[in-house]
């Protein structure tokens, strides 16, 4: 017994170490990362607040709802972004990092619709109104740069076939995309 007395040590040690360990990774493990805090401005340029009539906005703020984004929606916060008299629907970087730090987001979610469709006659299009693709930009504060530009279509082509995306599935995309992208 006292020859095996230095291995019982040894196991005891190595086993309380790796207990210890693993004790110490799941408490990481546990710690969740805050969610990003994400404020959509207006997409039309002749909207006024409350942007109730928006859909493009209103449907983004709902994929991001369902991808667990922190949505700034409050009128507390819009009331420090109104103060600045910006065109909400083209913004620069700059006046992206003053409405980011009034309000406290990490991303800023803006772009431009110029009309809902453009007629195009003749060719195959069966139908001869074709809608204009989206232009979506996100701005990130703590990069201080724009990490997503995207025009974005509401419909897609494959080949002979058409597809229309829904304006749900549309706001949803573009959440997808961004927390694909680590936010």
């Not at 360990?21 to 039309?44: D, G, L, R, Y």
């Not at 009034?102 to 619709?113: E, F, S």
């Amino acid at each position: 017994m006292k020859r095996n007395f230095p291995i019982l040590i040894l196991l005891f040690s190595i086993f309380l170490f790796d207990s210890s360990f693993a004790q110490i990774s799941s408490q990481e493990k546990s710690i969740e990362k805050k969610p990003t805090s994400v404020i959509v401005m207006p997409f039309f340029i002749d909207e006024r607040y409350p942007y109730s009539s928006d859909e493009i906005r209103q449907y983004l703020m709902w994929g991001f709802y369902q991808r667990r984004f922190n949505v700034i929606s409050d009128d507390s916060s819009w009331s420090k972004v109104l103060v600045f008299d910006y065109q909400l629907s083209n913004i620069s970087s700059e006046m992206a990092d003053s409405i980011a730090n009034a309000v406290n987001a990490d991303l800023i979610i803006y772009g431009t619709v110029n009309s809902a469709a453009k007629y195009r006659p003749g060719g195959i299009y069966t139908n001869p109104y074709v809608p204009n693709p989206i232009l979506i930009k996100a701005y990130d504060k703590k990069k201080k740069s724009i990490v997503f530009f995207e025009r974005m279509d509401f419909v897609e082509h494959w080949g002979l076939f058409t597809t229309n995306i829904s304006l749900q599935d549309f706001g949803f995309r573009i959440a997808t995309k961004l927390s694909e992208l680590g936010y």
